[in-house]
């Protein structure tokens, strides 16, 4: 790969140990996919956040390169494995919380944002289209690249923490036009009613298309929520973080549809549900946002639960970002979310946060979500909002 | 054996060697070096102090991690051979230090075999 000057230095450790680390890890990532240069980033994203899968290990290593390291671009934080200020409200312990604590100071002393969230492009991360940028995240991987037209590859924690001190990424992979096109077609001839039926959608694709790039057909309208709920799981079903949907998303318009076609019926969405979905009829744990709820989604939620009470046998989260449970304070809905019982879980959600053998069966919008609760040892029912919501109050899915 | 440099680095030890493809997260305990990934080759095997010799990594980008935590526990491999190396071992060995070089026949290299990693150049003894 083709260094400047100044990147020879940085390399060299003129910038410091941070700045040096960054350079090996992306000179080594560049050699491995023939990447010519490192090529300026807008913004980056980090995962890897939660003390969960960090281990003191991985703290270690965030305060060594929190001693000199500085980041030179805009870089959100993903969710941690609990709510910041609230944790105890969400049963976390003690000392996984002055853990945690730890692994955020280090963070912050990097001069990221404490954002917290899978969804950066909602709080002020909102890349442009064919921006170059470096995100972790699979589900805000897939937003950036097929719904905004941003540029980046799927990076892990390390290699977005070492293209923000370093402000640079390697060139390659999807960062090159040339990777981009599509390279197969799916027609979806299902119906979609409900916004589940886009994490099941996901599902179907993510498992057939693989690490292929879908170009998809037949689907006439799509709101904000939905394309966030369907990145998220096509990409967990699948590997591609990046797709186009003819007539929506940006860049459709310049492809036409791949001679290799799969078609989507409605008995292939069905059959996604019998496989996310356990036969389980007692729910205990009730999670909407993943990925985190949108300002919209807590309204709905408010709505659905004006004069209602949630079951003594449930717990109820709403795991969003910090920004939008202050809109949501603003606009009344917290409140009226608490009255009926619920709880905010900011910061986190029930993928990062050590919930496992807390719950036994969890019901949520999200497919994504059933992956991960799987996990956690939990039973998973999937379904609309509103199914979601009387689960809660019920204490049973219906 | 001339390969390519992944993480800079000199290492001697005896050969660790499987044709599975290795993941670091939930594939490996961080804590006692043991293969724990059930089926897996080399399941039960420790891989501290070893020259670790497998075709390519895979799974979750948490590995990087996992391997640090070894370096930091003392139970990590002396050193890495690959057939062609992926980005959550790549990134590992870089930010552990633990030598790796790819693009290797890594069939050549038998379990046992003394094995010395000197930058890009692989040599059994």
């Not at chain 1, 409900?194 to 099941?200: E, Q, T, V, Y």
Request: charged content about 25%.
């Amino acid at each position: 790969m083709n260094l400047t000057k100044t990147e020879e230095k940085m390399l060299d450790g003129e910038e410091g140990y941070a700045v040096k680390k960054s350079m090996e890890i992306l000179v080594a990532l560049g050699n491995i996919y023939c990447a010519e240069k490192l090529i300026e980033v807008g913004s980056v994203q980090v995962a890897g956040v939660s003390y969960h899968n960090l281990g003191d290990a991985g703290l270690e290593f965030l305060n060594e390169l929190a001693k000199d390291g500085k980041v030179k671009v805009l870089t959100t934080l993903n969710p941690a494995g609990m709510d910041l200020e609230d944790w105890r409200n969400l049963g976390i312990d003690e000392e996984f919380a002055r853990k945690q604590n730890l692994v955020i100071d280090a963070f912050r002393k990097m001069g990221i944002l404490i954002s917290c969230t899978c969804t950066p492009y909602l709080i002020g991360n909102l890349p442009l289209y064919g921006e170059h940028i470096a995100w972790s995240e699979s589900s805000a991987v897939t937003f950036a690249n097929s719904v905004i037209g941003a540029k980046t590859n799927r990076e892990g924690g390390p290699s977005a923490l070492a293209a923000a001190f370093v402000g640079k990424t390697p060139y390659y992979g999807l960062h090159l036009d040339e990777n981009r096109g599509p390279d197969t077609h799916v027609e979806v001839k299902a119906k979609l009613t409900k916004i589940s039926d886009w994490g099941a959608l996901g599902y179907c694709i993510g498992k057939q298309v693989q690490n292929k790039i879908a170009y998809i057909t037949g689907i006439k309208e799509a709101s904000l929520d939905e394309l966030k709920s369907f990145c998220a799981s096509v990409v967990t079903f699948g590997s591609k973080p990046l797709f186009y949907i003819r007539g929506i998303t940006p860049g459709s318009e310049k492809y036409q549809p791949p001679k290799e076609k799969i078609i989507l019926e409605d008995r292939d969405i069905r059959e996604a549900y019998e496989t996310i979905n356990d036969d389980v009829e007692d729910i205990d744990f009730v999670c909407i946002g993943c990925p985190h709820a949108s300002i919209k989604e807590i309204a709905q939620i408010a709505d659905l639960l004006e004069n209602k009470k949630i079951s003594p046998n449930t717990e109820f989260w709403v795991a969003t970002s910090r920004s939008m449970k202050q809109l949501a304070d603003i606009k009344g809905y917290t409140a009226v979310i608490e009255r009926a019982g619920g709880k905010f879980a900011c910061d986190t959600c029930m993928a990062v946060a050590p919930v496992k053998g807390r719950f036994r069966a969890i019901a949520t919008t999200s497919a994504k979500g059933c992956y991960y609760s799987r996990h956690n040892n939990l039973l998973t029912k999937m379904g609309s909002l509103e199914e979601c919501i009387d689960a809660a109050v019920k204490g049973k899915w219906s | 054996m001339k390969g390519r440099i992944i993480s800079r680095g000199i290492a001697e030890g005896e050969a660790l060697t499987t044709t599975h493809p290795i993941s670091f997260y939930g594939g490996v305990d961080p804590e006692t070096s043991e293969v724990v990934e059930k089926g897996h080759e080399l399941q039960g095997k420790r891989i501290k102090d070893k020259i670790l010799v497998f075709p390519n990594g895979k799974g979750s980008t948490v590995g990087s991690y996992t391997l640090y935590r070894l370096k930091k526990g003392g139970v990590a491999p002396a050193g890495i051979v690959n057939r062609e190396c992926e980005t959550v071992v790549a990134v590992g060995a870089i930010i552990s230090e633990i030598p790796c070089v790819d693009e290797i026949d890594v069939s050549k290299i038998k379990t046992g075999d003394i094995v010395r990693i000197e930058n890009g150049v692989v040599t059994i003894k």
